[in-house]
């Protein structure tokens, strides 16, 4: 696992992620259906990019790069740049600017030998076990045959509940995906500063951080462009994704050549934001940021410290009320005093749950007519979110 700088020549897999703003030529935009010479692409970066990532390839390290400049390039090729759109526009500029998009990363790749292929994915897809177990198996194959996946959202078919939201939560899920042990987020800016470096002179670069607390999500402030969705506070809540689960997270400047090499020499470059000691298995990951919940729990106190003090599993004794409709299985929020502090997989469905309220492990069978469990939500299937975490010992 990654901590210092030092660590980060030992990654064997990482995730590359790069945003619209490096990519899209906001410059050379056309008139509504006319094609931009330049496809809309700032090529010669995209060429650096590619060269940058063959030779780590060709070092041996195993590359996914998610690239964001669908909706960017679609916008170019339409000449609507800076204009709002609606949800189907961005969709449609999505499916105008994605071939343009693989298009330019194919020709680039291809110039350094190297095949590439285009994964798309929904934050849907991976809340289904099986799908999420497809898209694994595919990237590894992909890895086998020393192709470079190139990922982005299915921006045609996703509404608002089902997206990833922005490319840099897609990089840390996609870094869970392949197990990687380095997301690098390649932007606009070389790294984390402790002011706006746009703004004010006297902006710091901050190296290395060692945990995301509320005093450096501060630091992330709004800054935008003319593309993308990010800005560093999406950027911050990427890498708290990855950290947790283990795969330290960079955030350097694409704008600069050399920054990727710089950063996997271990030189003090960009922002490194390194992995603690509370690893989350990929279980526990994908039941605390992937799973989609159902429903609630309200537990009571004791409960609560059960939970977070001693490791233990839910039972329903310590169920005060039931939110929702969820199947047995099913993933829940679990909340004490108005705070979610767990999620987990239910073993008894809301109508049961309703039923078991308050109940007593050696109950469940009399209310319920039969008894699968004796715990609502086992250990092994619950994961203590927030300062609950914290109390956990
Ligand atoms: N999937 C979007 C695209 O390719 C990018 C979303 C983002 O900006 O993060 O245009």
């Known amino acids: 696992m990654i901590r210092t700088r030092q660590d980060i020549?030992?990654?064997?897999?990482?995730?590359?992620?790069?945003?619209?703003?490096?990519?899209?030529?906001?410059?050379?935009?056309?008139?509504?259906?006319?094609?931009?010479?330049?496809?809309?692409?700032?090529?010669?970066?995209v060429q650096r990019f590619a060269n940058e990532m063959a030779a780590l390839h060709a070092r041996g390290l195993q590359v996914v790069l998610v690239s964001s400049?669908?909706?960017?390039?679609?916008?170019?090729?339409?000449?609507?740049?800076?204009?709002?759109?609606s949800v189907h526009e961005k969709q449609a500029a999505a499916a105008i600017g994605q071939p343009a998009l693989m298009h330019a990363w194919k020709q680039a790749f291809a110039a350094q030998g190297i095949g590439v292929a285009q994964m798309?994915?929904?934050?849907?897809?991976?809340?289904?076990?099986?799908?999420?177990?497809?898209?694994?198996?595919?990237s590894e194959t992909l890895f086998a045959a020393g192709v470079i996946p190139i990922v982005n959202e299915?921006?045609?078919?996703?509404?608002?509940?089902?997206?990833?939201?922005?490319?840099?939560?897609?990089g840390a899920l996609v870094s869970l995906l392949v197990d990687a042990d380095l997301l690098i987020i390649m932007t606009d800016v070389d790294g984390?500063?402790?002011?706006?470096?746009?703004?004010?002179?006297?902006?710091?670069?901050?190296?290395?951080?060692?945990?995301?607390?509320?005093?450096?999500?501060?630091?992330?402030?709004?800054?935008?462009?003319?593309?993308g969705t990010g800005g560093m506070s999406s950027k911050l809540r990427a890498a708290q994704i990855a950290i947790r689960s283990g795969v330290a997270t960079a955030i350097i400047g694409g704008d600069s050549e050399g920054s990727l090499a710089?950063?996997?020499?271990g030189e003090d470059t960009g922002t490194l934001f390194a992995c603690g000691a509370d690893r989350q298995t990929r279980r526990q990951h994908w039941i605390a940021e992937v799973l989609h919940s159902a429903g609630q729990l309200v537990i009571d106190d004791g409960a609560a410290r059960a939970l977070c003090a001693k490791g233990a599993s839910l039972l329903p004794v310590g169920v005060?009320?039931?939110?929702?409709?969820?199947?047995?299985?099913?993933?829940?929020?679990?909340?004490?005093?108005?705070?979610?502090?767990?999620?987990?997989?239910?073993?008894?469905?809301?109508?049961?749950?309703r039923q078991?309220?308050?109940?007593?492990?050696?109950?469940?069978?009399?209310?319920?007519?039969?008894?699968?469990?004796?715990?609502?939500?086992?250990?092994?299937?619950l994961v203590l979110l927030g300062d609950a975490k914290e109390g956990e010992g």
Request: glycine content about 12%.
């Open 9 to 45: 020549g030992r990654a064997q897999r990482i995730v590359v992620k790069i945003g619209s703003s490096l990519l899209a030529d906001a410059e050379h935009t056309t008139v509504a259906g006319a094609v931009a010479e330049n496809g809309g692409v700032q090529m010669q970066r």
């Open 69 to 85: 400049g669908a909706v960017a390039l679609g916008c170019v090729h339409l000449g609507w740049i800076g204009r709002d759109l």
């Open 120 to 138: 798309l994915l929904t934050a849907d897809d991976l809340r289904h076990r099986r799908r999420y177990l497809n898209a694994s198996n595919t």
């Open 154 to 170: 299915n921006d045609t078919v996703v509404v608002q509940e089902i997206k990833f939201g922005d490319n840099d939560n897609l």
């Open 192 to 227: 984390l500063y402790d002011a706006n470096p746009f703004v004010s002179a006297d902006a710091r670069r901050i190296g290395t951080v060692a945990s995301i607390t509320p005093k450096i999500m501060a630091m992330a402030g709004d800054a935008g462009s003319t593309f």
């Open 262 to 265: 710089a950063l996997l020499a």
């Open 320 to 353: 005060c009320a039931v939110g929702g409709a969820f199947d047995k299985g099913e993933c829940v929020e679990i909340l004490c005093g108005g705070q979610v502090i767990a999620r987990g997989l239910c073993n008894y469905s809301a109508a049961e749950m």
């Open 356 to 381: 078991l309220i308050g109940v007593s492990s050696d109950d469940i069978e009399k209310v319920l007519g039969y008894r699968d469990f004796s715990s609502i939500v086992h250990r092994d299937n």
